[in-house]
């Protein structure tokens, strides 16, 4: 393996800058997936790519974070090579592999072929490189218990199963022991026979019995389009079952994993994220920043507005701080602010602050709402109002300046795509 070159960084360079501010924003990402079981698929073609090792630098500094890993890989391709060196045809129906007697065996040694490369890969330990030091220790076995399909529309699909059964307390023993457990898209039934499983089913079925915090799938395209073409950074299970109405229109990856990732929400699992395969660290990306990288699924919609209380005080100074040093808020101290918390209302997102507003009456004055909105362009525009009940906002980023002669005086502030009005 080469020798990762050493980059001398100036201390005060824009990069290094950058650096900091990253590490510093993703600290409570860390804290938040530190424990947390994380299951993250990828079929064969992953692995046989030549950018895999940038993924296992990737599961390796997950690993050292304190997040417990479960990793389902495929090995379809290595599959089909075999096949062809053998002459062997392929055989599919409804996108499931027909698995006869000397299929089989191939699927057992291209199943070996990319379990290994994993397994070597993440035993790693060069100096000088993001492995160094690393002694993981991964674990695989007989954690499926499998059954076979049998006959679908008239196609006996022989060696061709399902899952039956997840040794969950196995999993959970080896999670525990600080190990990641691999595992392949194989099952054994309690007579001894072996059955060709599917890799996105597998992964779904092991991160539903694993109650696991997230589970995400590595594919070809970013993540899931609307129909004009815009990445869908999230979606709800209920939107999801809309796109798939349209199926005709999805990529076939999509096609095959957004279900996957529907069923896994609608069964316990709290998010489920789609990301391109092709993007160096797509994985940090998607965990490590507010906005990820992908499209995140989850069950229900993640942003909602709630009363401030007196723990929301930094996350809310954290927004209007920014406002204030420009002019459009005006400032208060923090014992202020705490005093006043029973004012505020806080728009929240998937359990982080985005935006805030605070409400003033003055029943004397008689006078509209004044307000001034900043757009997620950075221009500023006036408007009046005078309903005195929250409506849906519009998705823009904007700021409230209090009015001096105005009965009612919003301050609010957002840094995300909600906000109040």
């Known amino acids: ?61 997950l690993h050292s974070l304190g997040t417990r890993l479960v990793v389902v890989h495929g090995s379809r391709p290595q599959i089909e090579a075999i096949l062809r060196q053998q002459n062997i045809a392929s055989r599919y129906h409804r996108g499931l592999r027909v698995t006869d007697a000397e299929t ?10 990319a379990r290994s490369r994993i397994e070597a890969l993440l035993s790693l330990g060069v100096a000088n490189s993001p492995m160094a030091g690393a002694r993981i220790r991964v674990v695989s076995g007989n954690f499926i218990t499998a059954k076979p399909i049998g006959v ?34 194989v099952g ?44 869908l950074s999230e979606l709800s299970t209920h939107d999801a079952e809309a796109l798939l109405a349209r199926r005709g229109k999805l990529p076939p990856d999509v096609q095959l994993y957004l279900p ?42 993640l942003a909602h507005l709630r009363s401030a209380t007196i723990d929301d005080v930094g996350g809310i100074l954290q927004i209007i701080a920014p406002l204030e040093e420009e002019g459009i808020l005006v400032r208060r101290p923090r014992e202020r602010l705490e005093m006043e918390i029973e004012r ?16 003033y009456a003055f029943p004397a004055e008689k006078s509209g709402v004044s307000t001034s909105r900043r757009c997620a362009s950075g221009s500023t525009t006036a408007t009046s109002c005078s309903s005195r009940r929250w409506v849906t906002p519009p998705p823009e980023r904007f700021s409230t300046s209090p009015s001096r002669k105005s009965p009612l005086k919003w301050q609010c502030g957002s840094r995300r795509t909600s906000s109040c009005s």
Not at 104 to 109: F, I
């Open 1 to 61: 393996m080469p020798r990762i070159p050493r980059i001398n960084i100036a201390a005060n360079s824009a990069t290094t800058r950058v650096f900091v501010q990253w590490i510093r924003s993703a600290a409570p990402y860390i804290y938040a997936l530190r424990g947390k079981t994380l299951v993250i698929a990828f079929g064969g073609e992953v692995v046989a790519d030549e950018t895999f090792l940038g993924i296992i630098h990737d599961l390796n500094l």
């Open 104 to 113: 089989l065996d191939c699927v057992l040694e291209g199943t070996g072929h």
């Open 152 to 185: 679908l529309d008239g196609v006996d699909m022989q060696w061709t199963g399902e899952v039956r059964r997840v040794d969950v307390e196995a999993m959970r023993q080896r999670l525990d022991d600080g190990d990641i457990v691999l595992v392949s898209p």
């Open 188 to 231: 054994y039934s309690p007579t001894g026979e072996i059955f060709n499983l599917a890799l996105e089913e597998v992964a779904t079925q092991v991160a539903v019995r694993l109650s696991a915090h997230k589970l995400m799938f590595l594919m070809e395209n970013e993540g899931v389009r609307n129909g004009r073409r815009r990445l």
């Open 260 to 301: 996957c990732a529907v069923r896994a929400c609608d069964n316990g699992v709290k998010r489920t994220h789609l990301i391109s395969r092709h993007h160096d660290g797509a994985l940090l990306l998607e965990l490590f920043t507010r906005d990820g990288i992908g499209t995140m699924v989850s069950a229900g919609p």
């Open 344 to 359: 505020f209302v806080v728009a929240e997102h998937d359990d982080a602050i985005i935006g805030c507003a605070a409400l």
